[in-house]
């Protein structure tokens, strides 16, 4: 059996409310080998990806850094990350999702997503806000222009807004995938908050058989 360190674990916050300012990367079809690349996945730790998202972005072949790139405009900060259609394709490397998290995003925005990069999102405690094509492409052009933009992310109502007063839209999400999220949890965290009805589920189960072999039938049966 292979046991997982408590330090393997990717840490995950709690996502109620969110506000902050963005970071608009306006390309599409940006692929899982541009989030991260291939050279960086020879580390058994899910730490440190930050490090090198966008690398062959944000330096130059010298080594140096890309100023015209927006990860090294001092002018863009914040959680979320608006980026153009089609994040998240190519290969369904789950780094790709650790990396962007370990950079210190928690929502990525786009109008569309590769469902495996999705997918792997959700699983690992960050949001991917599906709006439509005009709503993105006007987000963009405001956060571009005013890098001081702030929005509000409010996962219970499915509400992304523009502050103070500007647009806002709703998006879809899988009510399991939206709870666990909201309390911090992976597959394995739900299962054990949940151990109790599962135990009283497999008593009355066992119960259930029991009955039967003995010749009795509960009701329904």
């Keep these: 059996m292979i046991k997982i360190k408590q330090s393997d674990k990717m840490p995950k916050k709690k996502f109620d409310i969110l506000e902050t300012t963005c970071v608009p990367l306006p390309l599409e079809n940006i692929d899982t080998d541009q989030i991260i690349p291939a050279r ?5 730790s899910r730490e440190g990806f930050g490090e090198n998202l966008f690398r062959d972005w944000r330096y130059n072949d010298s080594g140096s850094t890309n100023e015209g790139f927006v990860l090294n405009d001092p002018r863009y900060k914040g959680e979320v990350l608006v980026a153009g259609r089609n994040f998240g394709c190519g290969s369904s490397r789950e780094h790709a999702v650790w990396a962007v998290s370990d950079y210190g995003f928690r929502t990525v925005v786009s109008s ?37 933009t702030r929005v509000r992310i409010d996962l219970e ?45 497999e008593l009355r189960n066992a119960l259930k058989y029991e009955n039967r072999d003995n010749g009795h039938h509960p009701e329904g049966w």
């Design 112 to 148: 569309f997503f590769a469902d495996i990069f999705r997918n792997n999102a959700l699983n690992n405690g960050l949001l991917p806000v599906i709006v439509p094509e005009d709503f993105l492409n006007s987000l963009l052009r405001i956060v571009t222009d005013d890098p001081g």
């Design 157 to 201: 109502k499915q509400l992304f807004s523009v502050l103070p007063d500007g647009e806002f839209v709703k998006f879809d999400i899988d009510p399991y995938r939206k709870e666990c999220i909201m309390k911090g949890l992976d597959d394995i965290d739900y299962l054990l908050s949940i151990k109790d009805v599962i135990k009283a589920y």
């Design 40 to 44: 960086f996945l020879n580390t058994t």
